[in-house]
């Protein structure tokens, strides 16, 4: 909440606020021109000016509301403040009608003040009852106030949220991922150079794809696999008899969506964490089912668990573990364990096939 | 063994393909023999201590050990030059001085000169500590995770929370990690630095205590103190040792 009032905060709100004036005014003048009270000019006069005295006068429950929050406060002391203010301002309004009078005297005569001193409990009752309804007024308005506040947080959030899954892919291809191959290239050139062609074709593959995978907001989770065996065929040219891929996928589950490139970076740690670190290497075995209305992923690798640290461990999971948050809040499962050598993660996501 | 003048030379790679073109353009350079090729770092250590080389070409991320961990084992006369696709290792490489440091994939001239350099080196010695090594290996604010020890061609790796206790003995240092002992060529004033401080005190002079192994203090004599680890062992503590021992057992918040 601002300091300001948020009426006078804004300027396109002020002239509706002031209109306000006119039935107010109308149903003061009602009230005094009634049998027994003022004659019909009279009470127009005094109307117009209690009406537009009340308008601001009653801004002043705003401040009276962000003194005491209605939410959180104890609700006696709330009642008991505003009553208070209700008294108040009401006797505020009522001797400034007074003041009012004494000023008319001119127009209606030397009787006028006193006259008005006899309606004073009449108008002390309407000023009561002007305070509650000013009250219930800026209730409304407060809560539109925060409904607006927080769909601007929500559209924000969005918009972060996004920021990080863009921030994500764009971190996922490792230059080092990019020099090894390179120097396996180098190295097959020389040694065998229908190996090295096919080191190319295959590195191209990958990168065609994950650039393209960018640009999407989800893929099918075939797709993703796919992408994953394009770039374990780049580090199968590296590691040699050290990496062998087991797949499992069902037909059923290859259509469900997931954003793309989640996968890629466990894909890489099963590498880099996992057959890097192993003498004799192993197989990466890669898994999604589908059952029911959930996608269940599950990537296993060997490794050491006595290898030296490397750099850099956790953040692709992290990552993950953001981009999953970020998609699907609490509906998503992520798991990662070791079980002596190997290294096991699970991953449990609704089972979407469109948008 | 190397019979000649020719300047001898080890690769070490996990990698095929990157051992290979290793192989193929050091060969061809004049004066020079390639005596092993190593696939990871236990083989490293082993070959080097065998087959005395020169000149060693060193990948970094590499199973059982990592080129720092090869680099502390091995003789500090043989030259070595790092070649890995990792730049962020670079600048603990020249701290644990390595010869060079050249980065994959490379031009068959930038290998020439790291070959020259390093024949140029062979045999002067790096100057750095073991402690300096493990220092500069790991990621700034962290310690040591583990040990390494040579044991003539053996390599036993130590895992800090297994380290039970550290006992000096001149230039050594005595390592006992469940019930076994290893002697390791390093300062225990050198070794204390890299190993966690909020575990690892050093207690006294020539000795250094995992704090989860003590047992009890027992007072010698006035202002003169003995640890009981859980096996039963006695150690002497200082009283600079006694103080440190205080200030980690107490809980932080009643300091002042």
């Given at each position: 909440m601002s300091a300001l009032h948020p009426i006078l905060a804004r300027k396109g709100r002020l002239a509706p606020f002031l209109s306000l004036a006119l039935p107010l005014a109308a149903v003061l003048?009602?009230?005094?021109?009634?049998?027994?009270?003022?004659?019909?000019?009279?009470?127009?006069?005094?109307?117009?000016?209690l009406a537009f005295v009340s308008l601001f006068l009653y801004l002043s429950v705003w401040y009276v509301i962000r003194g005491a929050p209605p939410q959180g406060g104890k609700l006696v002391r709330t009642v008991v403040t505003h009553a208070?203010?209700?008294?108040?301002?009401?006797?505020?309004?009522?001797?400034?009608?007074?003041?009012?009078?004494?000023?008319?005297?001119?127009?209606?005569?030397?009787?006028?003040?006193?006259?008005?001193?006899e309606q004073v409990p009449v108008l002390f009752s309407t000023g009561i009852l002007l305070y509650l309804l000013s009250l219930a007024l800026h209730a409304v308005l407060l809560a539109f106030e925060a409904t607006r506040e927080a769909e601007r947080r929500a559209l924000e959030l969005q918009v972060l949220a996004r920021e990080a899954e863009l921030k994500a892919l764009k971190a996922q291809i490792h230059p080092h991922f990019l020099f090894?191959?390179?120097?396996?290239?180098?190295?097959?050139?020389?040694?065998?150079?229908?190996?090295?062609?096919?080191?190319?074709?295959?590195?191209?593959?990958?990168?065609?794809?994950?650039?393209?995978?960018?640009?999407?907001?989800?893929?099918?989770?075939?797709?993703?696999?796919?992408?994953?065996?394009?770039?374990?065929?780049?580090?199968?040219?590296?590691?040699?008899?050290?990496?062998?891929?087991?797949?499992?996928?069902?037909?059923?589950?290859?259509?469900?969506?997931?954003?793309?490139?989640?996968?890629?970076?466990?894909?890489?740690?099963?590498?880099?964490?996992?057959?890097?670190?192993?003498?004799?290497?192993?197989?990466?075995?890669?898994?999604?089912?589908?059952?029911g209305n959930r996608l269940r992923i599950l990537i296993e690798n060997p490794c050491d668990p006595d290898a030296p640290p490397r750099r850099g461990t956790g953040l692709g999971l992290s990552n993950v573990r953001q981009r999953l948050a970020a998609r699907y809040g609490t509906d998503a499962l992520f798991a990662a364990r070791h079980l002596a050598d190997r290294y096991l993660v699970v991953l449990s996501l609704p089972a979407h096939t469109d948008e | 063994m190397k019979e000649d003048s020719s300047t001898g030379v080890l690769i070490v790679d996990d990698e095929a393909p990157a051992r290979s073109i290793l192989r193929e353009l050091i060969s061809t350079q004049p004066g020079v023999r390639i005596l092993a090729e190593c696939a990871n770092g236990f083989e490293a250590v082993k070959a080097a201590a065998d087959l005395q080389p020169d000149v060693v070409f060193l990948d970094i991320e590499m199973p059982k050990l990592d080129g720092f961990e090869v680099l502390e084992l091995i003789d500090p006369k043989i030259a070595v030059v790092f070649v890995t696709a990792y730049d962020s290792y670079a600048i603990k490489a020249f701290e644990v001085h390595a010869v060079d440091y050249v980065l994959k994939p490379f031009r068959p001239e930038r290998l020439a000169a790291a070959l020259e350099r390093a024949r140029g080196r062979a045999g002067e010695g790096r100057k750095t500590a073991a402690a300096e090594i493990a220092a500069a290996a790991r990621p700034a604010g962290t310690f040591a995770s583990r040990l390494v020890v040579k044991d003539g061609t053996r390599v036993h790796v130590i895992p800090a929370e297994k380290l039970d206790l550290v006992e000096a003995q001149d230039d050594y240092v005595r390592l006992k990690s469940e019930g076994r002992s290893f002697l390791k060529q390093q300062t225990i004033g050198g070794l204390a630095t890299v190993l966690d401080s909020d575990r690892f005190v050093r207690v006294h002079r020539s000795y250094v205590l995992n704090i989860d192994r003590l047992a009890r203090l027992e007072l010698y004599s006035k202002g003169s103190y003995a640890a009981v680890l859980t096996d039963g062992t006695r150690i002497p503590v200082s009283r600079e040792g006694h103080a440190r021992l205080k200030a980690l057992l107490e809980p932080k918040g009643s300091r002042h």
């Amino acid at each position: 909440m601002s300091a300001l009032h948020p009426i006078l905060a804004r300027k396109g709100r002020l002239a509706p606020f002031l209109s306000l004036a006119l039935p107010l005014a109308a149903v003061l003048t009602g009230l005094l021109a009634r049998p027994g009270a003022f004659r019909v000019g009279e009470a127009i006069s005094l109307a117009w000016l209690l009406a537009f005295v009340s308008l601001f006068l009653y801004l002043s429950v705003w401040y009276v509301i962000r003194g005491a929050p209605p939410q959180g406060g104890k609700l006696v002391r709330t009642v008991v403040t505003h009553a208070a203010a209700a008294l108040v301002t009401s006797s505020v309004w009522v001797l400034s009608g007074a003041g009012a009078a004494r000023l008319l005297v001119p127009l209606w005569g030397k009787s006028f003040p006193s006259r008005y001193g006899e309606q004073v409990p009449v108008l002390f009752s309407t000023g009561i009852l002007l305070y509650l309804l000013s009250l219930a007024l800026h209730a409304v308005l407060l809560a539109f106030e925060a409904t607006r506040e927080a769909e601007r947080r929500a559209l924000e959030l969005q918009v972060l949220a996004r920021e990080a899954e863009l921030k994500a892919l764009k971190a996922q291809i490792h230059p080092h991922f990019l020099f090894n191959s390179l120097n396996s290239i180098s190295a097959l050139a020389g040694t065998d150079p229908a190996r090295a062609r096919a080191m190319c074709i295959y590195l191209s593959e990958f990168l065609r794809k994950s650039l393209a995978f960018g640009e999407r907001k989800s893929i099918p989770v075939g797709e993703e696999l796919a992408l994953a065996r394009a770039y374990l065929e780049v580090e199968g040219m590296r590691f040699g008899d050290r990496l062998s891929i087991e797949e499992d996928v069902e037909s059923d589950g290859q259509t469900c969506l997931v954003p793309p490139l989640l996968l890629q970076p466990l894909v890489e740690n099963a590498v880099r964490h996992g057959i890097a670190t192993t003498v004799e290497g192993g197989v990466i075995r890669l898994e999604a089912r589908r059952t029911g209305n959930r996608l269940r992923i599950l990537i296993e690798n060997p490794c050491d668990p006595d290898a030296p640290p490397r750099r850099g461990t956790g953040l692709g999971l992290s990552n993950v573990r953001q981009r999953l948050a970020a998609r699907y809040g609490t509906d998503a499962l992520f798991a990662a364990r070791h079980l002596a050598d190997r290294y096991l993660v699970v991953l449990s996501l609704p089972a979407h096939t469109d948008e | 063994m190397k019979e000649d003048s020719s300047t001898g030379v080890l690769i070490v790679d996990d990698e095929a393909p990157a051992r290979s073109i290793l192989r193929e353009l050091i060969s061809t350079q004049p004066g020079v023999r390639i005596l092993a090729e190593c696939a990871n770092g236990f083989e490293a250590v082993k070959a080097a201590a065998d087959l005395q080389p020169d000149v060693v070409f060193l990948d970094i991320e590499m199973p059982k050990l990592d080129g720092f961990e090869v680099l502390e084992l091995i003789d500090p006369k043989i030259a070595v030059v790092f070649v890995t696709a990792y730049d962020s290792y670079a600048i603990k490489a020249f701290e644990v001085h390595a010869v060079d440091y050249v980065l994959k994939p490379f031009r068959p001239e930038r290998l020439a000169a790291a070959l020259e350099r390093a024949r140029g080196r062979a045999g002067e010695g790096r100057k750095t500590a073991a402690a300096e090594i493990a220092a500069a290996a790991r990621p700034a604010g962290t310690f040591a995770s583990r040990l390494v020890v040579k044991d003539g061609t053996r390599v036993h790796v130590i895992p800090a929370e297994k380290l039970d206790l550290v006992e000096a003995q001149d230039d050594y240092v005595r390592l006992k990690s469940e019930g076994r002992s290893f002697l390791k060529q390093q300062t225990i004033g050198g070794l204390a630095t890299v190993l966690d401080s909020d575990r690892f005190v050093r207690v006294h002079r020539s000795y250094v205590l995992n704090i989860d192994r003590l047992a009890r203090l027992e007072l010698y004599s006035k202002g003169s103190y003995a640890a009981v680890l859980t096996d039963g062992t006695r150690i002497p503590v200082s009283r600079e040792g006694h103080a440190r021992l205080k200030a980690l057992l107490e809980p932080k918040g009643s300091r002042h």
